[in-house]
Structure formats: C-alpha cells, structure tokens
C-alpha cells in the first residue's frame, strides 16, 4: 500500500491496520521458523508498511 493511500485513512483506521499487520508479521516468523514461507520478501514489505503507519500516526 503506498504511503498516499495511507494518508487517507482516519486514525482509528490506521490503528486497526497497524495491528492487523503485526498480527500478520507474527505469523509469517512463526511460518518462516517451521519452513512453510516461500515468499521471504513479504516480510520486508510488511515490516515497511507497518513504518510507513506508525510514521503517520506519530
């Protein structure tokens, strides 16, 4: 999701989605541990989008 489309979102939206993606980071490492990953990049790109959130909602 690109940071324009982010800022769009009210608070309580980003907020919401801020702990959706972390919910999703911590399955993909419980995933990638017990070798059922096979797309290794999403977790950069998760790990960027939940920045670009938490950048916004400081």
Same mark, same amino acid.
């Given at each position: 999701?690109?940071?324009?489309? &982010?800022?769009?979102?009210?608070?309580?939206?980003?907020?919401?989605?801020?702990?959706?993606?972390?919910?999703?980071?911590?399955?993909?490492?419980?995933?990638?541990?017990?070798?059922?990953?096979?797309?290794?990049?999403? &977790?950069?790109?998760?790990?960027?989008? &939940?920045?670009?959130?938490?950048?916004?909602?400081?």
């Amino acid at each position: 999701m690109k940071i324009s489309e &982010i800022r769009q979102k009210p608070k309580k939206e980003l907020e919401s989605m801020l702990l959706e993606r972390r919910e999703h980071l911590r399955n993909l490492r419980f995933d990638l541990a017990s070798g059922k990953v096979k797309n290794v990049r999403e &977790i950069r790109e998760l790990k960027k989008e &939940i920045a670009r959130i938490l950048t916004l909602l400081r």
